[in-house]
């Protein structure tokens, strides 16, 4: 199979992705939009959310990774005893 260029994947992926964008914006202004959302402001997922639309916004071939190191529990050797 060929490999599929940047256009392409594009082509393929532009509404899926924009669906996606749309539902994080809302589920983002409903969390801004309740009378009670200071605590959920404050609280460290939001800052995980934060960071990970910053990592979003930069550029490289290694958000994916980035993200998934940002929500990964940290590695404990010992973890399994």
């Not at 199979?1 to 992926?13: F, G, I, N």
């Given at each position: 199979?060929?490999?599929?260029?940047?256009?392409?994947?594009?082509?393929?992926?532009y509404l899926e992705?924009?669906?996606e964008l749309l539902n994080l914006a809302a589920t983002l202004d409903r969390i801004e939009r309740h009378p009670q959302s200071a605590a959920a402001l404050r609280d460290p997922r939001m800052e995980q959310i934060r960071e990970g639309l910053a990592i979003l916004s930069s550029?490289?071939?290694d958000r994916a990774e980035r993200l998934q190191l940002l929500f990964s529990d940290p590695y404990l050797p010992d973890w399994n005893r």
């Open positions: 199979m060929a490999t599929q260029t940047a256009l392409t994947v594009l082509d393929r992926h992705i924009r669906c550029s490289g071939t």
